[in-house]
C-alpha cells in the first residue's frame, strides 16, 4: 500500500508520495519510486499507486519510455497528455505478450471462480451441520442459484469504454478452451449444467469487458498544465490490463479536477484516512460507526415498545408506532446534516481557506505532512507499516515546471554524473 496527496491551487501543484511497496503480505521496502516528471520541458507530472506494474510491465518504464517518445511535444490541455498515455500504451502490444495477456486472464477468471465455490460451500455448510449430508440435487439446485446470481450481477454492468459487444463476443469465442480448463480446475467434481456453462463462460467475459475492477489494477495521477491552460488540474485512472491491445481502464471522476480562480483541492490516494481525518476533525471509520449504530438504534425503539404499554390511547399502537419511527428518522436525518455542517464549516473550510493562497513551498510541505501523519499513525500502531521511508515531494508550476523539492535516488549522485549530464541529452533546455 501507499500514501499520497495532490495538493493544487491556482499557484500550482504539490505532490508527495511515500516509498513503502508490500511484496506479498509481510515483507515490505521503502524504495519504491512512485513520482515521475512525465515530460522533461512541460510542467506535467505522474503519479502511481496501487500494483507498481501493468500485467508485470512496471509503470517505471512505460512513463520513460512515453516521456521518450514525447520528447519536446507539448499539448494544449491535460487530458491530452493521459489520452497520449493510453494510446501509448495500447500501441505498444510488445510490452503486453499473448502469453502474458492469457495468464492475466487466467488469473482473474480463477480468482472468481474461486470466489463462487466459496459462496456456495457458504450455502451447502449449514444444511451438512443440520442434517450431517446434502443431495446431490440440493447441491445442483444451491450451484445454479449461486451462478445465476453472480451472472445477472455481472451482466448489468456497463462496457468499458472503448469496448464493444462485437469485440466481447469475439473475446469469449477466442477464450473458450480457457474458461473450459478453469472452470473443471476449480468446480472439479460438480457438473453444471449445459445453461450453467453458458452463464460461467459469460462470467468469464464480463469480467474483461465490463466495468468490474479487482483489487490488484493501478492507480494513475496525472497532474500539471496544458501549454494553453494557466491554472492546474488532475486527472486519476485506474488501469487493469491489456486485452488483444485495448486497455481496460476507468477515470475516477471523484479524483479529478480543474481548478479555478480562487480555487484550490487537496486529494489524497490509496490509505487516505488520516488525510481525511485532518481535513474532517474526525476518522471516517469514527463517522461510519456512529451512523450505523445510531440508525440500528432508533429503528429498534419502536420495537421496544409493548402494545400493552399503549392500551387506552386514542391512535391505534401500530400508528403510534409508525409515527415514532418518522419522527426519529427525521431527528436521525437532521443530526446528521448538523454534524456535516460542522465538520464543513469548523473543519474543512478553515483548511481550504488557507489552502486557497498557499505558495508554492507552502504547498509542498503540506503535502509531505499529510504523507508522513499517516506513516506515523502506521508505525504507531500494531499493523504492518505500509507506509513509510523518505517521502518524494515535487511542486509543478506553469513558469517552472516540475521542481522536485524532496528527491530520492537509488544510487550515489556522486558517482553519477553521467546521468545528470545525459537526462536532457538530445533536449534543448532553452525551449
Given at each position: 500500500?501507499?500514501?499520497e496527496?495532490?495538493i493544487?491551487?491556482a499557484?500550482?501543484?504539490?505532490?508527495?508520495?511515500?516509498?513503502?511497496v508490500?511484496?506479498?503480505?509481510?515483507?515490505i521496502?521503502?524504495?519504491?519510486?512512485?513520482?515521475?516528471?512525465?515530460?522533461?520541458?512541460?510542467?506535467?507530472?505522474?503519479?502511481?499507486?496501487?500494483?507498481?506494474?501493468?500485467?508485470?510491465?512496471?509503470?517505471?518504464?512505460?512513463?520513460?519510455t512515453?516521456?521518450?517518445k514525447?520528447?519536446?511535444t507539448?499539448?494544449?490541455?491535460?487530458?491530452?497528455?493521459?489520452?497520449?498515455?493510453?494510446?501509448?500504451?495500447?500501441?505498444?502490444?510488445?510490452?503486453?505478450?499473448?502469453?502474458?495477456?492469457?495468464?492475466?486472464i487466467?488469473s482473474?477468471i480463477r480468482g472468481?471462480?474461486?470466489l463462487?465455490?466459496?459462496k456456495?460451500?457458504e450455502r451447502?455448510?449449514?444444511?451438512?451441520q443440520?442434517?450431517?449430508?446434502i443431495?446431490?440435487?440440493?447441491?445442483?439446485?444451491?450451484?445454479e442459484?449461486?451462478?445465476t446470481?453472480?451472472?445477472?450481477?455481472?451482466?448489468?454492468?456497463?462496457?468499458?469504454?472503448?469496448?464493444?459487444?462485437?469485440?466481447?463476443?469475439?473475446?469469449?469465442?477466442?477464450?473458450?478452451?480457457?474458461?473450459?480448463?478453469?472452470?473443471?480446475?476449480?468446480?472439479?467434481?460438480l457438473?453444471?449444467?449445459?445453461?450453467?456453462?453458458?452463464?460461467?463462460?459469460?462470467?468469464?467475459?464480463?469480467?474483461?469487458?465490463?466495468?468490474?475492477?479487482?483489487q490488484?489494477?493501478?492507480?494513475?495521477?496525472?497532474?500539471?498544465?496544458?501549454?494553453?491552460?494557466?491554472?492546474?488540474?488532475?486527472?486519476?485512472?485506474e488501469?487493469?490490463?491489456?486485452?488483444?491491445?485495448?486497455?481496460?481502464?476507468?477515470?475516477l471522476?471523484d479524483?479529478?479536477?480543474k481548478?479555478?480562480?480562487?480555487?484550490c483541492s487537496?486529494?489524497?490516494?490509496?490509505?487516505?484516512?488520516m488525510?481525511?481525518?485532518?481535513?474532517?476533525?474526525?476518522n471516517?471509520?469514527?463517522?461510519?460507526?456512529?451512523?450505523?449504530?445510531?440508525?440500528?438504534?432508533?429503528?429498534?425503539?419502536?420495537?421496544?415498545?409493548k402494545?400493552?404499554?399503549?392500551?387506552?390511547?386514542?391512535?391505534?399502537?401500530?400508528?403510534?408506532?409508525?409515527?415514532?419511527?418518522?419522527?426519529t428518522?427525521?431527528?436521525?436525518?437532521?443530526?446528521?446534516?448538523?454534524?456535516?455542517?460542522?465538520?464543513k464549516?469548523?473543519?474543512?473550510?478553515?483548511?481550504?481557506?488557507?489552502?486557497?493562497?498557499l505558495?508554492?513551498?507552502?504547498?509542498a510541505?503540506?503535502?509531505?505532512a499529510?504523507?508522513n501523519?499517516?506513516?506515523?499513525?502506521?508505525?504507531?500502531?500494531?499493523?504492518?507499516?505500509?507506509?513509510?521511508?523518505?517521502v518524494?515531494?515535487?511542486?509543478?508550476?506553469?513558469?517552472?515546471?516540475?521542481?522536485?523539492?524532496k528527491?530520492?535516488?537509488y544510487?550515489?549522485?556522486?558517482?553519477?554524473?553521467?546521468?545528470?549530464?545525459?537526462?536532457?541529452?538530445?533536449?534543448?533546455?532553452?525551449?
Amino acid at each position: 500500500m501507499t500514501s499520497e496527496v495532490v495538493i493544487a491551487n491556482a499557484n500550482g501543484v504539490a505532490l508527495a508520495a511515500d516509498s513503502a511497496v508490500t511484496i506479498g503480505n509481510q515483507k515490505i521496502y521503502n524504495s519504491a519510486l512512485k513520482v515521475f516528471a512525465l515530460s522533461k520541458t512541460e510542467p506535467v507530472g505522474i503519479m502511481i499507486y496501487g500494483n507498481a506494474g501493468l500485467m508485470d510491465v512496471p509503470w517505471e518504464t512505460l512513463v520513460k519510455t512515453y516521456r521518450k517518445k514525447l520528447g519536446t511535444t507539448k499539448y494544449d490541455t491535460l487530458e491530452e497528455y493521459g489520452d497520449g498515455l493510453l494510446d501509448y500504451i495500447c500501441d505498444h502490444g510488445s510490452y503486453f505478450t499473448d502469453a502474458s495477456q492469457t495468464n492475466w486472464i487466467a488469473s482473474n477468471i480463477r480468482g472468481y471462480y474461486t470466489l463462487i465455490r466459496g459462496k456456495l460451500f457458504e450455502r451447502i455448510h449449514p444444511i451438512l451441520q443440520a442434517n450431517g449430508e446434502i443431495k446431490d440435487d440440493e447441491t445442483s439446485q444451491l450451484f445454479e442459484e449461486v451462478i445465476t446470481s453472480h451472472h445477472a450481477e455481472l451482466k448489468e454492468k456497463e462496457l468499458v469504454k472503448g469496448f464493444s459487444s462485437t469485440f466481447e463476443k469475439t473475446f469469449r469465442k477466442k477464450h473458450v478452451s480457457l474458461f473450459k480448463s478453469i472452470s473443471d480446475e476449480v468446480f472439479q467434481n460438480l457438473k453444471p449444467k449445459k445453461s450453467l456453462v453458458a452463464k460461467l463462460y459469460d462470467i468469464a467475459t464480463f469480467l474483461h469487458t465490463r466495468q468490474i475492477f479487482s483489487q490488484n489494477t493501478s492507480g494513475i495521477v496525472i497532474t500539471g498544465f496544458g501549454d494553453k491552460e494557466i491554472y492546474p488540474s488532475i486527472l486519476t485512472y485506474e488501469m487493469e490490463g491489456v486485452i488483444e491491445g485495448k486497455l481496460k481502464y476507468r477515470i475516477l471522476e471523484d479524483k479529478c479536477t480543474k481548478i479555478q480562480s480562487g480555487g484550490c483541492s487537496i486529494t489524497p490516494f490509496a490509505q487516505d484516512d488520516m488525510v481525511s481525518s485532518f481535513m474532517n476533525g474526525v476518522n471516517p471509520a469514527v463517522i461510519n460507526l456512529i451512523e450505523t449504530y445510531l440508525q440500528q438504534l432508533f429503528v429498534r425503539i419502536p420495537e421496544l415498545i409493548k402494545d400493552d404499554d399503549l392500551e387506552g390511547s386514542k391512535l391505534p399502537s401500530k400508528k403510534i408506532k409508525e409515527d415514532l419511527n418518522a419522527h426519529t428518522t427525521s431527528l436521525l436525518t437532521d443530526f446528521f446534516k448538523q454534524l456535516g455542517d460542522h465538520i464543513k464549516d469548523q473543519h474543512v473550510n478553515p483548511v481550504m481557506n488557507m489552502v486557497t493562497v498557499l505558495p508554492k513551498d507552502e504547498l509542498a510541505s503540506m503535502a509531505e505532512a499529510l504523507v508522513n501523519l499517516t506513516a506515523f499513525k502506521r508505525r504507531m500502531t500494531n499493523t504492518l507499516e505500509t507506509v513509510g521511508g523518505p517521502v518524494d515531494v515535487a511542486v509543478i508550476s506553469k513558469g517552472d515546471g516540475l521542481v522536485w523539492v524532496k528527491r530520492k535516488h537509488y544510487f550515489p549522485e556522486n558517482l553519477n554524473q553521467h546521468f545528470f549530464r545525459n537526462y536532457f541529452r538530445g533536449v534543448d533546455n532553452e525551449q
